[in-house]
């Protein structure tokens, strides 16, 4: 192999070399951002503690991704008194409560028009649901998920 | 953005152009100083760019910048070696382009504005297109009149149609949005929104896919619609809408193939190309060839033969990559591409409202333009012409494309 062809092959390496350097200095930090969620100072992600997070909003203005934070007892319903206002025609004025006892979360049907369904199952009107963390939670047509970080 | 990271991977973005250009100085070629000045105005215009933006966005992707300056770097140091005439015109395009990823980015006013102005948009973007049927201008003799001239400056209007459309799409769909989630119309098993809403989508997606059809301008129409059926499936996220899209394109490519000969050559082309070779089949055998050619590692740039292809410093660019940098420098180049369309997904699941599906329709036409003309060169699918975004000669497609992106950027931080 004559010099210049080996320092045309050398070029060409070292193109093709630099090239997914910087294919892999990009995955670098895509996979830096991946493992550090909450840094480089983007703004603080959802609020912290047991929250329901809207899935889907129904007529309500709710937009999917937004959340309630969760008291004790919260009270779900269309009436404005509630904690959580679904402004829904599918939802009833007092919907259902969620509150916090023996260490879990329960999800208790007020007799509602429309029914409470969790995970898909319908509740019997107020008989109190066990919760867990990840549960999809339906008042008439609007869904909301819980998210308890202590669960 | 976190300064440090942007601008590393912009010099490692910058570099693969230059190592790419060492083989026009060893071999001596012409080309090897031109790409050079190239490189060195480029370089420092997107640093620049990178200082303002970094400034003025109060978060922004840090990966968009430096992906666009991989493509564009590499893209002036190929049309240096493919085309050294028009070189000086596509460095001015470049740098032109930088400043419109700046202006997609920066400018005063809000993303708001585009959407309140769709109709305006779409109409002057319509009639643009339409002129080109009455004073159009062809690229060869006998090609499809695709260009406006205008004081010595030659404009295209179908690719300021392809953002008009998106824009169009995103502002009209967000508006209805909840509608079109819901879907109380019944046909047969589907779940539609009522056909007076669906009206003004089916217009202007019909009068450009006509148009274009009219022009034989089947790439761009091509993509017209996979941009259309997409944001449709992304705003709705009803598969019903896929479902009867495809079904829909079946029978508009059916009735193409039987109304214009433009098409049926194409689909017998991408059948067989060698049946062909030395007329209609021609320049995708060519590119085949070259595309073989090269080999795993390429003949290195200047050192092969793909300026035999016709077009190849604009829609079959492709071809020369895979010729002179090799397969491995070709699945580089598709891997920037798939990045850049992840990366504007995840701005706009990050984003909300217009600013979301701006942002989705932004990555799919940038990723599915790149995808339908690299398709067509390896006869993956039909070929059909359109630019490779940031890669190609063509000032219109150039400012374009660096516009939408720099509206990408903008979309995440606009929330």
Same mark, same amino acid.
């Given at each position: ?151 | ?57 109060? *978060?922004?992707? /840090?990966? =968009?910048? !430096? +992906? %666009?300056?991989? $493509?564009? #770097?590499?893209? &002036?140091? @190929? ?113 539609? *929104?009522?056909? /007076?809403? =669906?009206? !003004? +989508? %089916?217009?202007? $997606?019909? #009068?450009?896919? &006509?148009? @274009? ?121 598709? +891997? ?80």
């Amino acid at each position: 192999m004559d010099p210049l062809e080996a320092q045309l092959l050398l070029v060409r390496l070292l193109f093709l070399a630099l090239t997914y350097g910087f294919i892999a200095a990009v995955g670098f930090v895509v996979w830096r951002e991946l493992a550090a969620p909450r840094g480089g100072g983007r703004p603080a992600a959802d609020p912290p503690g047991p929250r329901l997070i809207v899935i889907e909003g129904g007529s309500s203005d709710r937009a999917p991704g937004s959340a309630f934070v969760l008291s004790i007892v919260t009270a779900i319903g269309r009436d404005l008194d509630n904690q959580v206002v679904l402004q829904d025609a599918t939802v009833s004025g007092r919907h259902a409560v969620i509150h916090h006892r023996d260490g879990a979360w329960w999800a208790e049907d007020l007799g509602s028009t429309n029914g409470t369904r969790v995970n898909g199952r319908a509740a019997a009107p107020l008989r109190p649901e066990l919760l867990r963390s990840g549960d999809l939670i339906q008042f008439g047509s609007v869904r909301l998920r819980l998210i308890s970080p202590d669960l | 953005m976190p300064g440090r990271p942007l601008f590393a991977l912009l010099l490692l973005a910058w570099l693969p152009a230059l190592a790419a250009a060492g083989t026009g100085w060893l071999s001596q070629a012409p080309f090897g100083t031109a790409a050079l000045v190239g490189l060195a105005t480029l370089g420092p215009a997107f640093a620049l760019l990178a200082i303002l933006v970094r400034r003025r966005l109060r *978060i922004a992707d /840090p990966l =968009l910048l !430096p +992906l %666009a300056c991989f $493509l564009m #770097s590499l893209g &002036l140091v @190929l049309q240096a070696r493919l085309a050294p005439a028009l070189f000086p015109r596509h460095l001015f395009w470049s740098l032109a382009g930088v400043a419109a990823i700046g202006a997609g980015a920066l400018l005063p006013v809000p993303l708001r504005l585009l959407s309140r102005y769709r109709y305006t948009w779409a109409l002057s973007a319509l009639a643009l297109v339409a002129l080109t049927l009455v004073a159009g201008k062809e690229a060869s003799p006998g090609g499809p009149r695709l260009w406006l001239e205008l004081g010595g400056l030659s404009f295209q209007p179908a690719e300021p149609l392809k953002l008009v459309l998106v824009v169009f799409l995103a502002g009209y769909l967000e508006d209805k949005q909840d509608l079109l989630a819901r879907g109380d119309w019944k046909f047969g098993p589907l779940r539609l *929104i009522p056909w /007076p809403y =669906l009206a !003004p +989508l %089916a217009v202007m $997606l019909g #009068s450009s896919l &006509l148009l @274009l059809a009219v022009q034989r301008d089947l790439g761009a129409a091509l993509l017209l619609y996979g941009i259309g059926l997409s944001l449709l499936y992304v705003a709705s996220l009803r598969f019903s809408y896929v479902l009867l899209g495809t079904a829909a394109f079946i029978a508009g490519a059916a009735q193409l193939h039987s109304r214009m000969p433009v098409a049926r050559i194409r689909l017998a082309i991408w059948l067989d190309p060698w049946s062909d070779a030395q007329g209609y089949g021609y320049q995708l055998v060519q590119a085949l060839m070259a595309v073989a050619g090269g080999g795993f590692l390429g003949s290195g740039l200047g050192l092969g033969q793909p300026t035999v292809i016709p077009a190849v410093h604009t829609d079959f660019v492709f071809a020369a990559i895979a010729e002179e940098l090799g397969l491995a420098g070709a699945a580089a180049v598709v +891997l920037v591409y798939a990045i850049l369309g992840l990366r504007g997904l995840r701005g706009a699941l990050r984003a909300t409202g217009f600013a979301a599906l701006l942002a989705a329709g932004i990555s799919i036409a940038l990723t599915l333009q790149a995808l339908i003309i690299m398709g067509g060169v390896i006869k993956l699918i039909p070929l059909t012409g359109i630019t490779l975004p940031f890669l190609s000669y063509g000032g219109t497609s150039l400012i374009t494309s660096t516009f939408m992106l720099g509206l990408l950027l903008r979309a995440e931080a606009e929330r």
